[in-house]
Each structure stands twice: as C-alpha cells, then as structure tokens.
C-alpha cells in the first residue's frame, strides 16, 4: 500500500506542476504539448493506482496518457486552423475591403479576424490577389500580420509569399 501511495503522490505532484505550466501564458507551451504532459501525468496516476505501485506500470500509463493528451492537445490546435482557414477563404472572396470577418473555437477560447485591404492582379500569370491584416488571439494574447493570398487554379485563397 505504501508504494502505491507513493506513485499516487509524485504522479499527482507531477500533474499539478504541470497542469500550472500549461496554464501560465508565459510559458511558451502549446497545446499538444500540454496535453502530452498532462496525460502522462494522469496516466502515470492512473498505471500507479491500477498496479498498487509498479513502476512499469507508472510508465507504461505515462507513455499511453501521453500519446492520448497529445492527441487530442494537437485536436484544439487544429480547430482552431481549421475555423481560421475557413474566415480566411470567407473574408477574401466575399467581404468588401477593410471590412473585418470574425472567427472564434468555443472549445479554445481562441478568436481571431480577417480584414481584405485590397484586391489586385499579379503578373506574369495573372492571379487574382488580395492583402489582409490577420488578428490572431490566443490564451489571451494577441497576434497580428500583414500577409497576402492569391487564388490557386481550384479558385482558391492560399497564402502567398511576400
């Protein structure tokens, strides 16, 4: 019983470190990997608890939790790309100049907007290009760029280089 309540305490001393790491805004940490670190953490809880203290199953359960919390980290960080993408192709073919779109993932909390500042036509092969300022706000701080797209053959917006 001893050793089980051992591997329950560091597991659950390793999760609450890490759990305020991946809280803190400063830390840099995105999402896939604080959901790699605190899966580990829980599945490291989880092979202790389960295993009354073996250490093979404290790993086994870190790595397992591990992959699974990165997983699912990489999940919200491809939504929000997914509903960005989205605005960006919106905003570009249909909103007028410097007239902002706005997107926002309930899941992250993470938001941003699309404001066209012109259209125009690139030589020598003659694209249909357009300038836009992107905002971008995640975990409370935010980005912003100048960036430009132009339309592919398919008739859609990718970004272009400056």
């Excluded at 020598?124 to 971008?136: I, K, N």
């Excluded at 409370?140 to 400056?162: F, I, P, V």
């Amino acid at each position: 019983m001893n050793r089980c309540l051992s591997a329950l305490v560091c597991a659950s001393v390793a999760g609450a470190i890490t759990t305020g790491c991946a809280q803190n805004g400063s830390s840099g940490m995105n999402k896939t990997t604080s959901g790699t670190l605190l899966g580990a953490g829980t599945g490291a809880a989880l092979g202790g608890l389960f295993s009354h203290g073996s250490a093979g199953a404290i790993v086994a359960g870190a790595l397992v939790g591990g992959v699974l919390g990165g997983l699912i980290g990489h999940q919200m960080d491809e939504r929000d790309r997914e509903a960005r993408d989205r605005a960006v192709q919106e905003a570009l073919q249909n909103s007028k100049n410097h007239q902002t779109s706005h997107w926002h993932n309930a899941k992250t909390g993470n938001s941003g907007s699309i404001k066209p500042l012109s259209g125009y036509t690139a030589s020598p092969s003659a694209q249909t290009c357009r300038g836009f300022t992107e905002t971008y706000v995640r975990e409370g701080k935010t980005y912003e760029q100048n960036a430009h797209a132009c339309r592919n053959s398919k008739g859609e917006w990718q970004l272009a280089d400056q």
